[in-house]
């Protein structure tokens, strides 16, 4: 049973930061490419950052210079450090691994900046 879960959200002022972390259960880890998507209320999911297994990254323009994503192998986990937040950074925050035809989610963590 391949599990991701998240922890790390919460609220804060804007201006803050925040450091979302994602452990996952299953035991090629390491093959995966992992990222973090998020929804706000009435909003399609979208794609906030991606790491690949060979450590490349990805960002959505909206988070490039705020957000890093990083991963550590030996652990089975992923995270996402949070700077300068803004209200618009507010929604629901998924963690995403995915390889060939496997595509899991996690159950996600809210985030909300207060202006």
């Known amino acids: 049973q391949v599990q991701l879960v998240e922890s790390g959200g919460g609220l804060v002022q804007a201006g803050g930061s925040l450091r979302l972390s994602c452990a996952a259960s299953?035991?090629?880890?390491?093959?995966?490419?992992m990222g973090w998507y998020r929804q706000a209320p009435g909003k399609q999911r979208e794609l906030v950052a991606t790491?690949?297994?060979?450590?490349?990254?990805n960002y959505a323009d909206s988070v490039k210079g705020r957000f890093t994503i990083s991963r550590d192998n030996a652990k089975n986990t992923i995270n996402l450090q949070m700077n300068s937040l803004k209200p618009e950074d507010t929604a629901v925050y998924y963690c995403?691994?995915?390889?060939?035809?496997?595509?899991?989610w996690g159950q996600g963590t809210q985030i909300t900046v207060s202006s």
């Open positions: 995403n691994a995915k390889r060939t035809w496997n595509n899991y």
């Open positions: 299953f035991s090629i880890f390491s093959t995966y490419t």
């Open positions: 790491i690949t297994s060979g450590g490349n990254t």
